[in-house]
């Protein structure tokens, strides 16, 4: 038998374990070995024992037949197949694959697996056209495309809030949010209605009824949430803007955990009307961005040009916070050295903020989460259930808290710049252990309430990357700048000096 | 130097070339002859040849950047060379490149190229969701998703019609046209609205303004028309049913292209209400799947029990209409030896369609037209201008001819079942010569015009294929039914003793 009929041989040997999910017979069937590599539209993994757990993990590949094979031997012991796939749910795809003889036996030792694109990616998206709505003919965001969270009325169509039994019972909203609308007025142009996690009361980003959307910037690594759909989108190049809400760090951590530009306004600058709340004494309007020109355009087009105020490069770190990060992003960080301020017990700062935003949450869904229940996931669920133990009592002195707290940072923080990570860590991954995200959750929580308790803007620059073990890839962990209220505009300004 | 200097010496010179697009550079840095590949989403290219017209025809490769190379000497004049890009307009992307030392030089040999997908593909689909209208809870159709054609209303939704001018002027529709409403009650999803031709007035599947859906059966090929977008939208999986509408072959000829199976209904079988007429004597609904099972579960759904009629399997061929066919074509018909009828002049029968379909077509969309000049592309607006042309008179003969040609093909064709081709060609090449398009075209429509004239109904079965010049793939083309009216169901049956 000649080389090529044994690469043949073995090629339809992995076709038919592939389609079996006969796990052992495609370990087999892989070359050995930390070097050999397996790409797809999520990104490339790298090593015997990482492609082995992938398969592991996905529970079978979509049926397909193969409709055509190329063999081309490169030498007696290299070989290249591509075949052209037929996969049972329609369209066509390709696969690459270099095989190499290894101790006598034909193995793949790379790949690359292409598959048909699906109409709409429904862990980012829950509506889009082309566009979804035009914008002005003229304006500095022509040309510009929005992902709107799925919390913003846009005319026509109903909210879902990331919970399909919500959805089920809206009505199309009769008119467009003034957030949506600003965008829309400078020339951008909707795309479409994207994701969040279920009303926006988490930051990783998995949503239970739609899946968790990808983060092409830490190949099997969390978005981000809860503006999750919105940051995916941008991140993926299907929006160039990311509109999303910030309560306790929706916006800055799938910034951060994706490589993206960020801003959390200045809470109470824009109009929350026909936005669905969640705890409106924190919920602040934002926008996600691969590029600081487009964001700074988005809150021009937005915010009252007369109540913004200049902001000094004043920058002061707060040792504190970055206790509550991991080693690798506490080290990412130790190239700043500004100024220290001492926040106090950071815990008690976090723990005002979780009281007060609890007791707003229930306020606001309680009624409905009561009378619908099993529609939310397990997380959420969760969290609401504790925000129903919050009585007016105890709502009562997390608000005195809150009020202490708020004078506080601001009589330490003036009209100083606060540098802290926007996240504790980069994008767990979306396997890690329960415990690991726990910790980086309350870690990234200690972090975000800072803006949170005093209404300050809050802008993630994607400045930072650090090593991810086993990727190609180093992983995206963002700065960020907590300014002077109303120093929004200024603060994208002066993110150019300290990248610089 | 050593080998893998040079190979990554290589790669960054064609990356710039590529940047550059520099076309001769790029020509150089492939390996010539006839057996190297290159792949992407939309299919594997074949040979220097191919590969170098690709690249002159796309007027360069879209801006990105190299975010990591990984290198894998194999041998001393063979590596592989795999890139993690990331494209301006965002996302990740991948390619793998085989490279051989060829004369002494470095050259890809084979390439496989991934970019990010698009929030949607504007080309298919004008709105899409998750779903967009979501289908009765039980019913046959449960799980299967449907493309609605851009002409039916969708409560909620204005209709375009393939003309931005024309949906920018309409209304969202207060309700969902009787078609729609159908599928929808059997427990079929609307996943969304897809593209047409201008108001479905062609059958190339290109438009001007949207752009040409992708036949993913025929790499470079046409979709077909005017049901492009749902044609194409199953074809690549991402819905199961295309839901569109035949006047003169808008479903056959797309199911032919892209091998679906394809039904025009029995003229008049399913109401037309609230759908947008192009000519009302010839217009019909009707489907296009990947499957027999689930075409006949869409008529069966939509169209009146009480009305359908057993069909005996009575074939017969009429061999004046495969003098229209390109020899591919008919050779591939030869494998059918039926009873020849004769139709007399083929010429005559499309005169007298045309020229009935024409008035109407103006009759119905003449005003808007002619108020808004320049709101159609060049070959749709010819295709009207034509149409204006046809005064009453013309009219008046056109509709005694169109009855008397009803009579004479009901009469010879009687309860028979006639097999044809459902298109004279292959899916032509979006680059084909004009007029090879003009002479295709013409064949095409004097094989559709034998339904449209007898209001009977046509089932297009992917039952055959042609050997398609340069390509890894087999072209399809549908072989066509056209039975008695009201025998839609029964068509669907006999199609398996005619595969058999």
């Given at each position: 038998m000649s080389s090529r009929d044994d690469v043949e041989t073995a090629f339809w040997a992995y076709e038919r374990a592939l389609m079996a999910n006969d796990l052992d017979a495609l370990d087999e069937l892989f070359a050995p070995g930390p070097s050999i590599l397996r790409g797809d539209a999520a990104g490339i993994l790298v090593g015997h024992d990482a492609i082995s757990q992938f398969r592991k993990g996905r529970g079978g590949a979509p049926a397909r037949e193969i409709l055509h094979v190329e063999i081309r031997e490169l030498t007696d012991a290299t070989a290249l197949v591509i075949a052209i796939t037929a996969p049972a749910t329609g369209g066509r795809g390709q696969q690459s694959q270099l095989w190499t003889l290894v101790d006598g036996a034909w193995r793949v030792s790379a790949a690359h697996v292409s598959l048909p694109a699906p109409a709409i990616n429904g862990a980012v998206w829950r509506t889009v056209g082309t566009p979804l709505v035009r914008g002005a003919s003229?304006?500095?965001?022509?040309?510009e495309t929005v992902a709107v969270k799925d919390l913003y009325d846009v005319a026509g169509f109903a909210v879902g809030a990331g919970i399909p039994a919500y959805l089920a019972e809206a009505s199309p909203a009769t008119g467009t949010s003034p957030a949506v609308a600003a965008l829309l007025a400078a020339g951008?142009?909707?795309t479409g209605i994207a994701q969040t996690d279920e009303f926006a009361?988490?930051?990783?980003?998995?949503?239970?009824?739609?899946g968790t959307p990808p983060n092409p910037a830490v190949l099997g690594g969390v978005p981000g949430g809860s503006s999750s759909g919105p940051a995916s989108a941008v991140a993926l190049g299907q929006a160039s803007i990311g509109l999303g809400t910030d309560t306790a760090g929706s916006i800055r951590v799938p910034a951060s955990y994706q490589g993206l530009w960020g801003l959390r306004s200045t809470?109470?600058?824009?109009?929350?009307?026909r936005l669905l709340p969640l705890a409106p004494t924190f919920d602040s309007v934002g926008w996600m961005t691969r590029s600081a020109a487009i964001l700074r355009a988005c809150a021009a087009a937005t915010l009252d040009a007369t109540k913004q105020v200049a902001v000094e490069p004043s920058f002061v770190m707060a040792p504190a916070l970055l206790e509550h990060c991991e080693p690798d992003v506490r080290a990412a960080f130790s190239r700043f050295a500004f100024d220290a301020v001492d926040l106090g017990d950071v815990d008690e700062l976090f723990l005002a903020f979780r009281t007060v935003q609890a007791a707003e949450a229930w306020a606001t869904h309680g009624a409905w989460i009561s009378a619908h229940p099993?529609?939310?996931?397990?997380d959420v669920a969760g969290r609401f259930a504790f925000a129903s133990t919050i009585d007016s009592a105890a709502e009562a002195s997390g608000r005195v808290a809150l009020a202490a707290a708020r004078n506080r940072l601001n009589a330490l923080l003036g009209d100083r710049v606060l540098v802290l990570?926007?996240?504790?860590?980069t994008a767990p991954s979306v396997f890690a252990d329960p415990e690991l995200i726990e910790r980086t959750r309350q870690g990234t929580l200690r972090l975000t309430c800072i803006a949170g308790i005093t209404g300050r803007p809050a802008l993630s620059i994607p400045l930072l990357t650090v090593p991810q073990p086993g990727a190609l890839l180093r992983a995206p962990v963002g700065v960020c700048l907590v300014g002077p209220r109303f120093g929004d505009l200024a603060l994208i300004d002066l993110a150019e000096q300290l990248a610089g």
């Open positions: 003229a304006g500095p965001l022509r040309g951008a142009d909707v009361y988490s930051i990783a980003g998995r949503n239970p009824h739609y809470h109470g600058s824009v109009s929350s009307d099993g529609a939310l996931g397990e990570p926007s996240a504790s860590s």
